[in-house]
Structure formats: C-alpha cells, structure tokens
C-alpha cells in the first residue's frame, strides 16, 4: 500500500541476491514461495517510492501474512548494464568490469591483479604479469590510446612502486590476451587498453589503508566544456616486507600524480591533456637472513639451512614523467580524426653494495634441544659482496595520427606514428663470492671477481609504424559473420629492419537457438628489440639484433546459457605460436637478463577457458583455467656427456646437443578465480576471494649448457580474501544538516587477509656450494599472510 492506503500494483518483489522476482497484482497483493529454515531478505521496488527490505525466517510449511506501506520519494533507479557485443566478437578480448578492481583483495592493487587472475601469475608482489608464454617485455599497455611503458632496471617485486595506471580513474578496461588486431602496436603477447573517466558531474573518492592511500577528484565546468580528472596516490610496502626471510630496516616509498584535462572546443572539435608524474625509492639496509629446504625421500632425509649476515646497503630510484596531448576531430558520424604527441620519460638509479657472511648445513628443528633453529652440522661457509651503480634514462617522443570512416558495411581504420627514443645507459656492477676461504673462480696468486659487468650505451633511435584495417560485418541480427583485417608496417632505423605483420580475425553467429557465438584469428605479431633485448650478459650491447618473429593462429567460441538458475557464459580458446629469431633470456625475480642474440627458436599452445556468471545478483564472479607448453631450441647449446667407471673416473665422452627445453615462462595449468557474495539479509556486507593456483616452473642454473631451466619452482598456490561493510549508506535525506558527512555518497571499511592458507611460495634460488663443491638451492620465499585494513569514501 502507500501512504493512503491504496493498494500498489506492479510493486517489485525480489528476494536479495536472485535475479528474477515477481510483482504485486491489481489489489497490490502477492504470493511467493521462499526456503525453509534459512534466513533471507526480501526486497521491494516501485518507481517514486523509497525501496524497502524486509529480513525473514520461516520453518517448513510455515506461511506468514504481510502488510507493507511504502513512503514516496527519490528513488535511484537500477544501474542498467548495456553490453557490447565486441567482447563476445573479438578474438582474445577480456572486459573486466572497473568497479572489481576496487574490491580485490590483493597486496598490489590496481588493474594488473585483475589480470592476472585470467592470465596466471607467480609474484603477488608486482604488477607485471606472463600471457601464453610470454615475458614481461611483451605485453602493449595503452592509456587514452598513448602507450605507456614501465621501469627497466628493477630486480625484484620488493622494489617496486605503484603501476601507472590509477584505478579510480578507469572508466573501461580492453584486454587481449591474444589475436589482437592490426591497429595494435608490435609485441608478441597481449594488450591492456584502458580508457578514463569522462566526467559529467563533480565528484570524487578518497581511500585510506595500511598499505595505500590515495583520493581523486572529477567535475566539469557550468557550460560542460571543460572536465578535469586528478588523482594521487602513496604507497608503502613497509608492512608487507616487514615478514620477509631477509630482515632488516625497509624503506619504500612510492607516490603519483594524474590529471586528465579535457576541453570541448566546439562541437567537431576536441583536445585532451593526459600527465603523470611518478616517484619510486627504495632503501634496503639488511641485517640477517635465515633459508631454509627440506629434502624427503624413502631413503633420505635432510633438514638444509643457510643463515646469512648482511653489512651494507641498497637505494634505488625510479622516477617516471609523461605528457600527452590529444585533438580529436568528429567531422561527421562517419568520419574521426585524432593526433597525438606525448613525451615520456624513465630515469632510474640503482647503487647496491652489500656484504653477506653465510654459513650453510643441517639446520636442528627437534624443539626439546637448546640447538633448535641453529646450523649443527655445517656444510659449507663463505662471503659474498654485491656492487653496483647503475642507471638508465629513457625518453621516447611519439608523434602520431589514426583516423576511422564507417561507410556502408564497412568500418576502415588507419594510422601512422613516428618515435624518437633516446637512451642512455651505464652499468657498473661485480659479484665477489668467497667460499670456505678461496675466492671464486679460484687461482691461486690472483684475486678475480666472480661476475663483472662494465659498459655504458647513449642510443639515438628513430621508428616509423603504421598500419591499415578493414572491419566487415554481414548477415542479419539473427546471423552474423564479421571479418576484421589488417597490415602493419614497422622500421626503425638502428637495425635498419622494415617489418609487414598481416591480421586477420573473423566471428560468426549461427542462427541457432543456442546463444553461441564462434570466432578466430591469425597473423603475424613481430616485435622489434626496445632496449633490454640488445644488452648481453656481460653487458655488451648488439645493435643488430632483429625482431623476434611470431605467427599466431587462435580458434575459440562464446556461449551464453542458462545453468544453476541463472545466466552464466562460458568462453574457450585454443592458440599456437611459433617463434622464430627468438632472443633467449632467464628470469630471477622479475628481472629478466637477455642473452642479446637472436640464437633459438620457440613454440606456445594451450587451452583457456572461462565461465562467468552472478552467484548473487549485481555481483560477478568468474573461474579461468588453462593449459599451456611453451619450449624452446638454442642454436649451439651442445656440451659433453660422460662415461664413467666403477671409480667415477670419465672413460669416454660425447658430444650431445641440448635440443627443446622449457622456456622459463613454461607453466602446465593455471587457474583463477574471483568470487563475490553478500549476506542473504544483507546486501551491505559482501565478501570476496581471489585464489590463484600455477604449477611449477623452470628455473635456470647460471652458466649451465646441460643443465638450462633444469631446477623447478614449486606450485604458486595463493588465496587471498577481503569482507567490506558499507558505513554510510546513500540515502542523504536520513542525515542531519550539520553532519560532516551529508555530502558523502557511500563509506566502506574493508578488512582484507592476503595469502590466507599462509603458503611460502617461492619466487627464486640462492645457489650455494658446500665444502666438496656440490651445489644447493635454498629457495627465496614470498610474503607470508598478512592483514590489511581499508577505509573507502565516495562523494
């Protein structure tokens, strides 16, 4: 009824969290049936009336009479989600919803731990992530259509900062994990295009946590010409390396500022202001660290610890800038114009030196002796230092232009852009390793550095790229076939190489009763050396390094169906790549160290599957899985095997080439998983998990022909959970006229608990050589669990 009593028909009658409900009849009456013995809310909706819910428990066969009156007033009306078919059409294309980014409980927040829950990853500690195989060094990122490009020098998650993109102020996420079109720029792997706010009305958020905090602000001027987007944030990780296995006295330290400034000049023309300024250090002074590994077998068991005392200290910087400008030209429905030139700039500093004094052997772990936790039996003792002074400048000015013409069927995009890249690099950095008293490489009258890497390069670089691209559509809204094909150029004059990389990819909907949609791509994806693909292991630089070269074929489906009382969809793709002119690297941390040759070639393929769908109404969850083998073949890996007698003495030898081997991306299954669920009386209380799980991966024995990515990091294996409460509600009218929050939308606490199973999982080896030189791997181990606390204010 409302306010007079007189019955309401067409009242919406829905219990929380499903997603079809029923409406009240002519007399305002209605019968529902609700399980027993379970707690549930039931919620009412009517346009001009405040929305009611009312919480309920009945026994079996128990049925209760209600009387409902419903109060006039605003009502917000129910967000209505317009999907775009492109997700379902393109080949690879992952649209996660922006607002999830918010909610994932996850040490490094932002867009790129969303990723990797459909991608995989092995590091909770960084932003960067593997797709089907690839390096970090692969994968495009795009802001408002510039690209954005990341630190170069870092070595590991610890020291890391904040990713460049601000996830308060993403209005829409495009990821390609494969089969990307030609408009996309030249790498192997995957795309991120991510695309801000355009704001309509003034606005803004601020958040405060233990780890991060952060505030942006949004609004437009009274003609709706001019818009301003501002964010910034500061992050340290303080509290999450407090728990590592090195301790010692963490100083990070990372902040950032934004601003996308946008300005209607009339109404064909348009110009945007994108900036960044970004700041990251990181001061490292450790004191002592303590491994440890366990070795089990029916015949052998042993207990193996290493105990490390630090002297020293690392500090780096990394400071990134950017402007871009953007014009966009409408002239027409048909027709869009739009140049860019932007400046970006990397400068990164590193100084390491550190002195470690380790002993090494059986570690007691028998609680009942005063020796518990020590070294009993030592195995092995030495020292080792660490030096380096190290930085790197990178500017790249990029001029370019893209246009679009839709015309009948037919939608034609081109571009063309031309970069300058300047770089300059210098490198200073030598390893001392001392064991049980001899320096090693050990000879006898001469001191000699086990590792030393001197060099300095200044780089000038031109490149030129463009590309061509035809989007077809045919058929009917019943059937529909769509064809999109593409040719991109590339040259950049260090190399003096000129690349042709051919795209196509095609869907089609059958006229089916199924909802299912079929779709695949093709082409080429090379991609020239940037920088680190040029350096070598001694720290020489080969200029002549060419593109690695790599042609994709990706087949796949999209299915919409109906299962477990609601709509859920079920996404498939099975992808193979083979690589040619491969340049081989290896991977400690997230550091990756080329071997600046273009010395293998390389194979990928795997299955990815996808099953989205709402547990709860208005509140997506999904579970990616899949499966991959990726391996490589390096040109003159060859090394002697030999023959030996009852005295292990070599009697004979072989010449033996090393052939396929895992690359060190080379990951069986991943799995992932996002769920979100609120309360059955209570949509104001929501949970929500991230779970990750990855099979081992290789890892390589430097200076190892035999032996290449022959060591294994076990299973990452990564449960993380948050809880979130909402404080204050949206409904305006129940605060008081003096409340400091009458202007505040929405505040939510959120409790967060990374790496809930508390499992050490393991990010890399220190390798360590006892008395009779036999080498051993102590694993380095990732963050432990860990507490995190939030608050989230919206205006």
Known sequence: ?????????????????????????????????????????????????????????????????????????????????????????????????????????????????????????????????????????????????????????????????????????????????????????????????????????????????????????????????????????????????????????????????????????????????????????????????????????????????????????????????????????????????????????????????????????????????????????????????????????????????????????????????????????KLDEWEYQDSAGYSLPYNPGLLQLSKVTRSSADLDINKFNGYVQDNMAFGDTASTFTVQAGLRFNYNDLNKEFLLSPRVSASWKPNWQRDIIFKAAAGAYHQPPFYREMRRYDGSLNTAVKAQKSWQAVAGLDYNFFGLNRPLRLTAEAYYKTLSRVVPYDIDNVRIRYFGENSAKAYATGLEMRLFGEVVKDAESWISFGIMKTKEDLQNDFYQEYTVDSLNQPTDSMLVEGGWLRRPTDRLITFGMFFQDYLATNKNFKVYISTLYGSNLPYNIPGSVKYRNALLIQPYIRVDIGFSALLLDIEKSNRRSHSPFRNFETIWASLEIFNLIDRPNTISYLLIKDFANNTFAMPNRLTPRLLNFKIVAKW
């Open 1 to 425: 009824m409302d306010e007079n009593d007189a019955p309401l028909a067409n009242v919406s009658v829905i219990i929380l969290g499903q997603q079809k409900g029923i409406v009240t009849n002519d007399s305002g009456s209605f019968r529902l049936k609700v399980p027993a013995d379970k707690a549930f809310a039931l919620v009412f909706t009517y346009s001009g009336f405040k929305t009611v819910q009312q919480n309920f428990l009945l026994n079996e066969g128990e049925e209760e009479m209600i009387s409902l009156q419903m109060e006039t007033g605003a009502t917000e009306l129910d967000e209505v989600v317009v999907r775009d078919n492109r997700e379902r059409r393109e080949v690879g294309l992952i649209k996660p919803n922006p607002k999830s980014v918010i909610n994932l409980p996850s040490p490094i927040s932002g867009v790129e731990s969303l990723i990797k829950i459909f991608v995989g990853s092995n590091n909770e500690l960084t932003s960067q992530y593997n797709v089907r195989g690839g390096s970090y060094d692969e994968n495009l990122v795009y802001v408002n259509d510039f690209e954005i490009f990341r630190p170069y020098l870092v070595r590991s998650g610890q020291q890391e900062g904040l990713s460049f993109i601000n996830p308060a102020l993403v209005r829409n996420i495009n990821f390609y994990n494969g089969g990307f079109q030609a408009h996309y720029g030249d790498k192997m792997s995957s795309v991120l295009d991510i695309q801000y706010n355009k704001p309509k009305k003034s606005a803004g958020s601020a958040y405060i946590g233990i780890l991060e905090q952060g505030a942006h602000v949004e609004g437009v001027d009274s003609k709706n010409r001019l818009s301003y987007l501002i964010g910034v944030r500061n992050r340290s990780n303080r509290n999450l390396l407090s728990s590592q296995d090195a301790q010692g006295s963490y100083v990070p330290s990372s902040s950032d500022l934004q601003a996308l400034i946008s300005y209607q000049v009339s109404d064909k023309w348009q110009a945007d202001v994108l900036g960044n300024i970004s700041r990251t250090k990181f001061t490292f002074l450790p004191e002592f660290s303590q491994l440890t590994s366990s070795v089990f077998s029916p015949y052998y068991t042993q207990n193996l610890g290493v105990d490390i005392y630090f002297e020293g200290r690392e500090r780096d910087a990394y400071s990134t800038t950017m402007a871009g400008l953007s014009t966009t030209y409408q002239a027409n429905k048909n027709l869009r114009l739009k140049w860019l030139a932007s400046r970006f700039e990397n400068d990164e500093e590193e100084n390491i030196d550190i002195t470690g004094d380790y002993s090494f052997g059986d570690r007691d772990f028998d609680k009942s002796k005063p020796t518990f936790g020590q070294i009993v039996n030592p195995l092995g003792r030495g020292l080792f230092q660490t030096y380096a002074r190290n930085s790197l400048n990178i500017v790249d000015y990029n001029f370019s232009h893209k246009g679009s013409l839709n015309k009948d069927k037919h939608l034609f995009q081109w571009g063309v852009g031309y970069d300058k890249t300047l770089i300059k690099d």
